[in-house]
């Protein structure tokens, strides 16, 4: 395995910067603050952080368009501010992951305006530019804007210009092939941006995007010639990366394990909205837009007792054949993408949510606040955010003044109003999600069976689910009954470890509405 020993029965959690901690007052989460509360999330268990970006950029898509990767912006604080969060970090053994946004830049990016002149420079081929302004290319070339004959392919927004990695098969003269030597020094460059914070002490990088680089290639075509450009790209900098530096991480956003870890050599992907399989377990987002298709309770986890966790079972069995022995998977509980997971849900629903995802065969990764049960707020936009912004609102630490995430008269994006969600009510309360979920941590890192490498077996998919882990030295059994009908199973027990509205007389379970049992078994 090449992965770096400690990552298997790592626990993540993903900070949004603008909305953790105000550490300078002025109503914008920083650095400064994130290193405030070291110790909440030292006490919490975790043992990394992802940042998202954090680079200077004009925030036309929340920081994911960078416009210069070497300066932290200014709203976060310093290269210096940076620095220490790594060491505060690193003291209380935490590690450090920031996001690396390759795939395009802020169109301010100096590249991008040096690549846009008409005459040929250094920067002319950072950036997919066809050769005249009649030229199409799926309707994503943006035209007109300078004095450079041609169009720039875009990726996500407008303003965020697509960095040129190639095409799968060019069929245009402007078209390069992927491994084309004109597109070496944009790979330098993108190792030494990567070097600067490696040598920093940073612990590896979420990587944006990162199964759209190369163009051509369609990120869910796992056939055999499917993504050969992007494993072509990734693997030539994985080479050199895991040569120069050791016990890094290297996550994908790719949601699609296939392909990042089996093909391009990733340490782990995440399974999330675009995982039919995953939606199915968890998301109820109806009418929300982001999952349209599913009905609000026809998840497994879901008062109704309608869905099943087979479908979800089958894929990660499958997605295992496919990777075990090269990465893992994760199944995050949010992120700044997502409707917050907890939205339309009871706190016992969630807490039974948590239970799985911290037993199940993945890399534990929470998303900052869902650990107190945030809900979604639909009324707010800002940053290029729309819907998604009501997934990055402040963190909410007190029930008093900006929820104890800052001091200033207001906050650069609104507070939730809902009293009892909070730390500081949670910490008081010993059945709080915050409790639970920190039990669940202390028991995940207890048992080394519980980690992402270690045998899982599916007994039942319906209501109750119920699966193993085991090392061959310790099983431990789950059982999961998110529905509103009481179940009942026998069970040999050794040690009850954790459970939630459940009942165990001698052999017999009972699993009331909501519950959860983890169980150690007879060995
Ligand atoms: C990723 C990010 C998302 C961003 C997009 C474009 O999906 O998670 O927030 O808008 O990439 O960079
Ligand atoms: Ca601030």
New binding site residues.
């Given amino acids: 395995m090449k992965n770096a020993n400690w990552i298997k029965s790592a626990i993540f959690y993903q900070i949004y910067p603008v909305s953790f901690f105000d550490g300078n007052g002025d109503g914008i989460g920083d650095l400064k603050g994130i290193t405030a509360k070291v110790g909440y999330l030292k006490d919490l268990g975790i043992d990394a952080v992802w940042l998202n970006p954090v680079y200077k950029s004009p925030f036309k898509?929340?920081g994911?368009d960078v416009s210069d990767y070497l300066a932290i912006d200014k709203r976060f604080g310093t290269m210096e501010d940076l620095k220490n969060l790594i060491e505060v970090f690193h003291e209380n053994g935490i590690k450090v992951v920031l996001d690396m946004?390759f795939?395009h830049t802020s169109n301010k990016h100096k590249w991008f305006i040096k690549s846009t002149s008409k005459k040929r420079n250094k920067y002319s081929d950072y950036y997919i530019w066809s050769d005249s302004n009649f030229d199409e290319y799926n309707g994503k070339l943006i035209k007109g804007l300078y004095y450079r004959d041609g169009g720039y392919l875009m990726?996500?927004y407008a303003s965020?210009p697509a960095l040129n990695y190639g095409f799968h098969a060019p069929d245009k003269p402007w078209q390069l092939k992927y491994d084309d030597a004109r597109l070496d020094p944009l790979r330098e460059e993108l190792l030494n941006i990567m070097r600067f914070y490696l040598d920093m002490g940073v612990d590896g990088f979420r990587f944006?995007?990162a199964g759209h680089m190369v163009k051509g290639e369609v990120w869910d075509d796992v056939s055999e010639n499917g993504n050969t450009g992007n494993a072509w790209f990734w693997n030539k900098i994985f080479g050199t990366l895991r040569k120069e530096y050791k016990n890094k991480v290297y996550i994908a956003?790719w949601v699609c394990p296939k392909n990042s870890i089996a093909k391009c050599g990733f340490d782990f992907d995440f399974l999330t909205h675009d995982t039919p399989a995953y939606n199915e377990l968890v998301r109820n987002e109806k009418n929300t837009n982001l999952v349209p298709e599913l009905e609000l309770g026809d998840n497994y986890f879901s008062e109704n007792g309608k869905g099943t966790m087979k479908n979800f079972a089958d894929y990660v069995d499958d997605l295992y054949k496919a990777i075990d022995g090269k990465g893992y998977i994760s199944s995050p509980s949010g992120s700044?993408?997502e409707i917050r997971i907890g939205t339309f849900k009871s706190d016992d629903l969630l807490k039974t949510i948590f239970a799985f995802l911290l037993t199940y065969k993945n890399i534990a990764f929470i998303y900052y606040g869902d650990e107190i049960g945030i809900r979604h707020n639909f009324n707010v936009s800002r940053d290029g955010g729309s819907i998604r912004t009501g997934t990055r609102t402040p963190m909410q630490w007190t029930n008093g003044k900006n929820r104890g995430f800052s001091q200033h008269r207001g906050t650069y994006l609104p507070t939730n109003k809902d009293k009892n969600c909070s730390v500081e009510s949670q910490l008081k309360d010993e059945n709080s999600i915050l409790n639970t979920v920190k039990k669940l941590i202390k028991i995940r890192k207890k048992y080394p069976c519980l980690n992402a490498e270690c045998n899982q077996r599916f007994l039942e998919t319906g209501y109750p689910a119920v699966y193993e882990r085991s090392d061959g030295k310790t099983t431990i059994r789950v059982y999961l009954n998110p529905s509103n009908k009481p179940v009942e199973r026998k069970c040999e027990v050794n040690e009850i470890l954790l459970t939630q509205n459940a009942e165990i007389n001698g052999n017999t379970l009972l699993l009331k509405a909501q519950s959860f049992a983890i169980i150690k078994l007879n060995a």
């Fill in positions: 898509d929340a994911y946004v795939g990726n996500y965020q944006d995007l956003e700044h993408d």
